[in-house]
């Protein structure tokens, strides 16, 4: 992998649980423990789970949306977790973030024209004909007109208005860009039109992508990399090929068995997880996959939690299960959850 651009460490987010007439913490939910990975520069690394895996709280705190907990975020040596004032308002050009909603995202009192050209007014870029300029440029480079700017955002459809969203996100210019779930809200059919438009601005500008998602088949289209997170932990990362030709962890195999194959004479093999997601205010001990895991080990699963490990000498493909990597690959794991 080529010079990371964002080094991520150890990286943590607890939420207090308050309760009672003083409202005093009465517990934490830790939506994301101790998460650690690089993105290299021009990459574009997908990010995959359920709902409520810590997806969105993991890139709200690399654009410092929410602040970490704990841990570090390294962009070009700087850390963005401990970053306040100037040097914040400095890196906030180069870090920008596209929403999942964007009717919501966007001001339904605001001109769109106006909500593009806000981060030039904050940063104090250009006088006024040259902010109309580069907004006009911008909505060009996203597929609308550039009459569309003095437009409100009702008067667009879903797929117009995250154009929009991106054209807003893109106006500085930044290096890094946290796309969350940028076409979950939109038409199948306007769903791969967005799609090309992200590789499309990605080659031309030179962008560095997180692409958060839940569906492994849109991750798979646009990413190099794919991490797989669980209850707040990344439990793999690998090369898309190689994760998705050989996964190495049980909740990976469970989420790619889920993607339809679009020839009805064809079936795929179906790994059904039993039971729910576990409570991230009470996490299981061990493994936190083990109480839901087809072929979870107790005695060792359900005890000693696991990490990232490199599935094989020389490999980047990296997984933290007890039965595939480490001392304890060599057990016959028993079907104890079934």
């Known amino acids: ?78 850390d963005i977790a401990t970053a306040s004032g100037n040097e914040l308002k400095t890196l906030r050009r180069d870090v920008q973030m596209i929403f999942q909603d964007p009717y919501s995202s966007l001001d339904p ?19 006024s004909d040259e902010v109309q300029e580069r907004v006009s440029e911008m909505l060009e480079l996203v597929g609308l007109e550039r009459h569309h700017a003095s437009r409100f955002p009702h008067e667009f459809s879903g797929g117009q208005r995250q154009r929009i969203g991106i054209a807003r996100a893109l106006i500085l210019r930044p290096r890094f860009v946290v796309a969350d779930e940028p076409v979950s809200a939109l038409d199948v059919s306007v769903q791969a039109q967005v799609l090309n438009l ?66 009805p004479t064809l079936k795929r093999d179906r790994v059904v997880l039993v039971g729910d997601v576990p409570s991230p205010l009470n996490p299981p001990t061990g493994c936190k996959f083990h109480p839901r895991c087809p072929i979870a080990h107790l005695g060792v699963c359900d005890i000693e939690t696991p990490h990232l490990e490199y599935v094989a000498e020389g490999s980047i493909h990296e997984a933290s299960c007890h039965l595939r990597t480490g001392a304890y690959r060599h057990l016959d794991p028993s079907r104890t959850n079934t």
Request: aromatic share 4%.
């Open 1 to 78: 992998m080529t010079e990371p651009l964002v080094q991520v460490r150890n990286l943590e987010k607890h939420f207090p649980v308050r309760g009672g007439v003083l409202q005093r913490t009465t517990g934490w939910v830790k939506a994301v423990t101790g998460v650690s990975f690089d993105i290299a520069k021009g990459e574009t690394l997908g990010l995959v789970g359920e709902s409520g895996c810590g997806k969105s709280t993991l890139g709200r705190m690399l654009v410092r949306l929410l602040d970490p907990t704990g841990g570090s975020i390294l962009f070009e040596n700087v």
């Open 109 to 127: 009192r605001t001109q769109v024209g106006s909500s593009i050209a806000e981060g030039l007014k904050i940063h104090g870029i250009g006088d």
């Open 198 to 263: 992200l590789s499309e601005l990605q080659q031309e500008l030179d962008l560095t992508l997180l692409f958060i998602a839940h569906n492994l088949a849109v991750v798979e289209h646009v990413s190099d990399r794919v991490a797989v997170m669980y209850l707040g932990d990344i439990v793999e990362i690998a090369h898309r090929d190689d994760l998705y030709r050989e996964p190495q962890h049980p909740y990976t195999e469970a989420l790619l068995s889920a993607i339809p194959i679009p020839d």
